[in-house]
């Protein structure tokens, strides 16, 4: 079983920043890609970003130049680095890690709220 724990998210001013964290602990085996997803209310949920085990990053277009994603390998952890937050940046972020057999885990979720 592999545990999720996602740290950061809290209230902040529109233009202002966060750093999301999220480590992964437990039976952790060939971990692919890791990554991000956020759900505002009454929307549905959405990808933000994604880094797989190589480097390779992807964004949603929302997001681009203002946000960066990383992770260290060593640590089983990932990073997402908010810049000019925005009040549609307002939502639960998810983390979530694939591993090479195509199973998926979640993180439990961190809120995001930005004022405007």
């Known amino acids: 079983q592999v545990q999720l724990v996602e740290s950061g998210g809290g209230l902040v001013q529109a233009g202002g920043s966060l750093r999301l964290s999220c480590a992964a602990s437990?039976?952790?085996?060939?971990?692919?890609?890791m990554g991000w997803y956020r759900q505002a209310p009454g929307k549905q949920r959405e990808l933000v970003a994604a880094?797989?085990?190589?480097?390779?990053?992807n964004y949603a277009d929302t997001v681009k130049g203002r946000f960066t994603i990383s992770r260290d390998n060593a640590k089983n952890t990932v990073y997402l680095q908010m810049n000019s937050l925005k009040f549609e940046d307002t939502a639960v972020y998810y983390c979530?890690?694939?591993?090479?057999?195509?199973?998926?885990?979640w993180g439990q979720g961190t809120q995001v709220t930005v004022s405007s």
């Open positions: 880094i797989t085990s190589g480097g390779s990053t």
């Open positions: 979530y890690l694939d591993q090479r057999s195509g199973f998926r885990y």
């Open positions: 437990g039976s952790i085996f060939s971990i692919s890609t």
